[in-house]
């Protein structure tokens, strides 16, 4: 039989009869991360995302980084709202930012995936500096976390849609960039990427290289374009139309050129990211592998 030593070498007793208040819970949206962006944590992560994610990525899809000048001359903070169809976004966003916002960034990760234990969640914010955040309800304590983070001078790399996509296509953006950019007062990027889900698509465990040396079509590619800002007359509803239907217009442009693309996008004709509304077999057969749909859709049988 163990026998425990008493106090204070052990842990003290308990009053029999007296209710004990349940432990804090301490993973989750609760997990604290603020220790990840004290300056030992954030030195390990520049080696991580520059020595080891960097590599790991460029080896498995060739990445293809455009749009950095339209960067030029924006200063911190900013938030970044990227497409998502692969776990494989975020070191891809992460290593293709500018350095001046590389250092300083912090990623907003689903809370539930991402913090479930106390272990998995310091790999997570030791690693790309992820934050927990609320995805299947509004979180007040997430939002004010991310709003003092802004506040403070960190970037935020946010996946407006709020999960990876099921299928290939993308899915409807939720208000949260909008709301934090108006009440920040910060300009949000959009960001597309392409190529992702044919390394690493939803339900896979080990990636696949592609691109030209491995023969296995295009490779990676991220593309930035001009940062929003809310305008006067902005609502969180009408500046979250506008940021999706900007990195809709990174799609098209992705899939077809930017003369094409911009056309397009100033006709108000953008091809929704969403697909067609139609059974599973034909948004599958819809959508061309890897990439996104051209101007004009395929024709259906």
């Not at 990623?107 to 539930?112: F, G, R, T, Y």
């Not at 983070?149 to 946010?158: K, Q, S």
């Not at 960001?191 to 992702?196: A, D, I, K």
Request: charged share 25%; net charge positive.
């Amino acid at each position: 039989m163990r026998v425990r030593p008493p106090f204070p070498l052990g842990p003290p007793t308990w009053p029999t009869g007296v209710p004990r208040r349940p432990d804090p819970p301490r993973t989750g949206v609760h997990y604290d991360t603020a220790w990840s962006r004290r300056l030992p944590a954030r030195l390990a992560r520049a080696l991580v995302v520059d020595d080891v994610l960097r590599p790991a990525v460029r080896l498995l899809g060739w990445p293809r980084v455009e749009g950095v000048e339209r960067l030029e001359g924006l200063a911190g903070p900013v938030i970044f709202a990227p497409n998502h169809s692969s776990h494989l976004d975020t070191p891809l966003v992460l290593t293709s930012l500018p350095e001046r916002f590389r250092h300083k960034a912090v990623v907003a990760a689903a809370a539930d995936y991402f913090f479930p234990s106390r272990a998995r969640a310091a790999v997570s914010a030791l690693a790309i500096g992820a934050i927990p955040m609320e995805r299947t309800r509004v979180n007040r304590a997430s939002a004010d976390l991310a709003a003092d983070l802004l506040g403070r001078g960190w970037n935020l790399v946010i996946f407006p849609e709020g999960g990876r996509s099921p299928d290939g296509w993308g899915q409807d953006f939720r208000g949260g960039v909008a709301y934090l950019a108006l009440r920040c007062g910060v300009a949000v990027v959009p960001v597309h990427v392409s190529g992702t889900r044919r390394v690493l698509r939803r339900g896979r465990a080990l990636p696949t290289p592609v691109g030209e040396p491995y023969g296995r079509g295009p490779g990676l590619r991220v593309r930035f374009d001009q940062p929003l800002r809310p305008a006067p007359e902005d609502n969180a509803r009408r500046f979250g139309a506008r940021i999706e239907s900007a990195v809709a217009a990174l799609a098209d442009e992705a899939s077809s050129d930017w003369w094409s693309a911009r056309c397009r996008a100033a006709a108000g004709r953008t091809p929704a990211m969403t697909g067609p509304v139609a059974a599973p077999w034909r948004r599958a057969w819809a959508l061309d592998e890897g990439r996104r749909p051209a101007g004009t859709a395929p024709p259906w049988p």
